[in-house]
């Protein structure tokens, strides 16, 4: 279907030229029919040598079933070696004895607002921590941040509650060495 031109006087330039030619063709691959070389030559130091991705030796590359313009084409090499595919490599897996450590500590430092005495739970977080960076070191698993912060505000958590625990210590000591008629308010 042709569309009338633009009024404007406006035309297509590539219509009136007539056929275009196509692009030079490549001196480097055989012509279509041609025979593969099947020794190597200096140009081409691979033509000889078996491949997934070449056509046939010494015969028709459609023969085996490749059909023009499909993947492989004869001629076609692979990869270089040694490049990576696409994306990123899998991580490792998670150690979960590394992610326990993390959450029991942050309980044990939650539980510092329980007078300060939930803190010892912090002791378990540190120790699981601890347990799970050899686990990690022996088994090449992911997870070394998750254990480290497990240790860190494990032990931090528990040297907390050891300080909450003497302040009530002192605290209820000294209540109890109070004389008891300091605290009457009373006058006669």
Known sequence: MTYPPPSGGWHDPSAAAGPQSSPPADPTLPMAGAPIPSQPTAADPYAGAASP??????????????????YPQPGAYPPPAGYPGYGYPPAPKQNG???????????????????????????????????????????GEGGEGFATAGI??????TALAVLATIAIVIFIVWAANQDPSSFDSTTD
């Open 97 to 139: 004895l590394a992610i326990a450590a993390m959450i029991v500590s942050i309980i044990g430092a939650l539980g510092l607002c329980g007078y300060g005495l939930g803190g010892y739970i912090g002791v378990v977080g540190a120790i699981l921590g601890h347990v799970s960076r050899k686990q990690i070191r022996e088994r």
């Open 53 to 70: 991705y070449s056509a046939p030796a010494g015969g028709d590359p459609y023969a085996a079933g490749y059909a023009p313009g499909a």
């Open 152 to 157: 860190i505000v494990g032990w931090i958590a």
